[in-house]
Structures are given as structure tokens and as C-alpha cells.
């Protein structure tokens, strides 16, 4: 018990001061690669530093005996109310994940969709050229620098190119299901409440 103790310190020491820096250094790199990715990161360091704390605070320490489980607050704030509190701030560095992973995914597919899928063959050029040429900002730019997506070569509905559509589809699909999922979860936990 008494390493679990001291373990427990050193631990919390080392995440305070490991998220601190990683803060810090999001905060002051100016790199535009970082992007929007910048505030992901930041929320990662400091939902781990939250978490970090909770923990140190509570020192939660499941057992489990037989068919019964239990875990009790061992730490300098006790009590049910205390392990609720530890298991919520848990599940919170779960979501955090979840978002991270998430968020790759998007921009991988993103990525693959407008590179791959949304291609600037011979047929786009021609479609979207004159489109293009009396653009102030298009005309800077030489087509192929543009994703760019033709869905019919006849008109609305007429003559459909799947390549394009089969990236529309993979979009609409991978962004309606999250958002499908968000609101599920907020009916779900408004019911909850």
C-alpha cells in the first residue's frame, strides 16, 4: 500500500509537469501546419490534466471479490459522491479519444475523397475551365491545383460520375453518422438527467 502511495505522488508530479510543458508548447508554436489539429491537441493535455488530478484527489481503488465489484475513494476527497466524480472525469478522457481518432479519420478521408476521388480529369477540365477563367481568385490558379467535382456529364441527373458521387457518398456517410451518433447520445443522456 505504501508504494501505491508514493507511486501515486511521483505520478501525479510527473502529469502535472509533462501536460504543463505539451500546454505550453501548443500555446507558443506558431506553425500554421498545426492547423485547427493545435486545439485538439490542447484539449487532449488538458482533459489528461483533469483527469490526472481527479485521480490523484480521489485515489480510486477498484476490488473485486467472488461476483462482487467495488471501488472506494482512498484519496483526499472520499465518498461515493467522490468515486462518481472519478469515474465521470474517466469517461471524459474516453470522449476526448474518441473525437482524436475521429477527427484522423475525417482528414484521412477527407484527404483520400478530395485527392483520389474528386481526380481533375480531361472532362473537368473542359466542365469547369470556362467556370473558372472569370473567377478573380480561379483565374491565379491553374485548374488541376483545385479538387474539384463534376457529378453528371449531361446535366442534372444525366450521365453520372460515380468516382465523384462514390466520394460525396463517403463524406455525407462518415459526417451524418457522427452527427447521427452526437444526437443519439444528447437524447440518450438527456434521459438520463
Not at 75 to 99: D, E, I, R
Not at 142 to 154: D, E, L
Not at 184 to 191: D, E, K, L, N, T
Request: net charge positive.
Amino acid at each position: 500500500q505504501t508504494f501505491y502511495v508514493v507511486f501515486h505522488h511521483i505520478a501525479i508530479v510527473f502529469t502535472i509537469i509533462v501536460n504543463s510543458t505539451l500546454i505550453a508548447l501548443i500555446l507558443t508554436c506558431k506553425k500554421k501546419e498545426f492547423g485547427a489539429y493545435r486545439y485538439l491537441l490542447l484539449t487532449f493535455a488538458l482533459v489528461d490534466l483533469y483527469y490526472g488530478i481527479v485521480h490523484f484527489l480521489v485515489m480510486p481503488i477498484p476490488e473485486s471479490r467472488l461476483n462482487a465489484f467495488s471501488m472506494a475513494a482512498h484519496g483526499y476527497v472520499t465518498g461515493k459522491l467522490a468515486v462518481s466524480w472519478f469515474a465521470a472525469a474517466h469517461s471524459h478522457s474516453f470522449v476526448v479519444l474518441v473525437f482524436h481518432f475521429l477527427y484522423r479519420l475525417l482528414v484521412v478521408k477527407g484527404f483520400c475523397v478530395l485527392y483520389v476521388l474528386f481526380d481533375t480529369d480531361e472532362f473537368v477540365v473542359e466542365y469547369t475551365e470556362p467556370i473558372l477563367r472569370d473567377h478573380s481568385i480561379g483565374a491565379m490558379l491553374p485548374i488541376q491545383q483545385y479538387s474539384t467535382a463534376v457529378f453528371w456529364t449531361g446535366g442534372t441527373f444525366v450521365g453520372p460520375r460515380w468516382k465523384p458521387i462514390a466520394g460525396l457518398a463517403v463524406l455525407a456517410i462518415t459526417m451524418g453518422g457522427c452527427y447521427g451518433f452526437m444526437i443519439y447520445a444528447a437524447y440518450r443522456i438527456r434521459w438520463c438527467v
